[in-house]
């Protein structure tokens, strides 16, 4: 992993501007925030540097404004929210650059906190214009950034900025970027990748990564479909990509040469129709599956056996579910696998880092988040660094 600064690395900060990257994107309704669990994640940050007496500015984005101002899109609509996580009060900004914001950091006290408006309502932040990122650099003293749900983004307020300041990952940035190397950059082997889903063209360059980084891969959700047809086996009215045969049997051959054993599953449960319970429920080997029923998830033998597997393993790294665990009983085999997970993880064997909106709600529905080593919420910079991409925000960090 590439060396970065830190907030231990931070000498004296009282009085100093500090310009904090955050993930201020939060779902609404209402007019209150319905998940605050983005501020609660940059809370450590946020405080850690107030308590030191600087002045800290908040730079965050809020929807898609697309470079124009937009009443409904202002980062005010969140400031209740994100003071009531903090426990202060803080001042709103309505710029992010210029005599407004001068003005306001004359104001604050040392330790007091800001928030600027959204940074996506001037188009030199998705742009990364230089001279945009300089206005707000003016500003600053130093910079901070905590939005690893972000990085994969190369604008002004999560790239830039980081070339024009000293720049430091703060603790929530830290915490990620220490979770995800030792998953894939140095982990401890033998390592497990689960990869689910709905479909394989969507996972391509994730697959295409893992099958050379990992010794296991486990392949679900309508994914093991594609898989399994590409091997021959009749998927009956499964979800599958039957075009992606050949990507699949290539994905399959690069993996037997990098000596990465590919699970597929070999008992399903199969209905007739996609809902809750259904009459034709039942489990069967994956050769005798029906030309009108559809694989919903993975059978008890094969979930049993790939818990066989991760008591082998010292690493995981998951993402997606394994079948489709929205709708009841079809939640069954990825609420046992993570539950196994969470077990070796609580006992010490093993390190396990899962991320993505789905595997997060998988997660959460089997009452496990909190024990696994790592849960990222980030969705595209998750999957991003799954595919082996460097992330701009983070690169930054290590310039």
């Known amino acids: 992993m590439a060396k970065f600064k830190t907030l231990d690395d ?8 500090a310009l904090v990257r955050v993930d201020l994107n939060l779902p609404m309704k209402d007019g209150r925030a319905t998940d605050v669990t983005r501020v609660q994640a940059s809370m450590p940050t946020i405080l850690e540097l107030a308590d030191a ?37 803080i001042m709103f900004i309505p710029e992010v650059m210029g005599p407004v914001v001068e003005q306001s950091i004359g104001i604050l006290r040392d330790g007091d906190i800001g928030l600027l408006d959204n940074v996506r309502f001037w188009p030199g932040e998705e742009a990364n214009d230089p001279a945009f990122a300089k206005g707000i650099a003016a500003h600053g003293d130093f910079y901070v950034n905590d939005a690893f ?3 994969h983004r190369a604008h002004a307020s999560t790239e830039g900025l980081a070339h024009l300041l000293p720049a430091y990952a703060g603790r929530a940035m830290e915490k990620e970027l220490t979770a995800l190397d030792k998953a894939l950059g140095n982990p401890e082997a033998p390592v497990a990748a689960v990869v689910g889903g709905a479909k394989v063209s969507t996972k391509l360059d994730v697959l295409e990564n893992l099958v050379g980084r990992v010794q296991h891969l486990i392949i679900g959700g309508g994914m093991a479909n594609t898989f399994l047809a590409a091997r021959g086996v009749d998927v009956g009215k499964s979800l599958c990509e039957h075009d992606l045969a050949a990507t699949a ?39 005798e599956v029906a030309e009108d029923e559809m694989i919903l998830d993975i059978g008890p033998q094969a979930t049993e056996a790939l ?25 069954t085999a990825t609420v046992a696998l993570a539950k196994t997970a969470a077990a070796l993880t609580q006992d010490g064997s093993l390190t396990s880092v899962a991320g993505g909106g789905d595997t997060v709600a998988a997660l959460n529905h089997a009452g496990v988040t909190e024990d696994f080593t790592y849960v990222s919420t980030a969705g595209g910079a998750f999957l991003e660094w799954m595919e082996g991409k460097e992330l701009p925000g983070v690169a930054a960090l290590s310039a």
């Open 10 to 17: 931070l000498g004296e900060i009282a009085g100093k501007v």
């Open 53 to 89: 007496g600087a002045k800290v500015l908040l730079l965050a984005h809020f929807g898609r404004p697309k470079g124009a101002r937009h009443s409904t899109m202002s980062t005010s609509f969140v400031q209740g929210d994100v003071e009531r996580v903090l426990g202060r009060e």
């Open 149 to 151: 749900s972000a990085a």
């Open 249 to 287: 049997n290539a994905i399959m051959d690069k993996a037997d040469h990098a000596g990465c054993t590919v699970h597929l599953p070999y008992d399903v449960v199969v209905a007739k129709e996609f809902a809750a319970n259904p009459p034709s429920l039942r489990t069967c080997n994956v050769h």
């Open 307 to 331: 818990a066989d597997v991760l008591k082998t393993c010292r690493t995981l790294v998951w993402n997606g579910p394994l079948g489709a665990f929205e709708t009841e009983p079809f939640d």
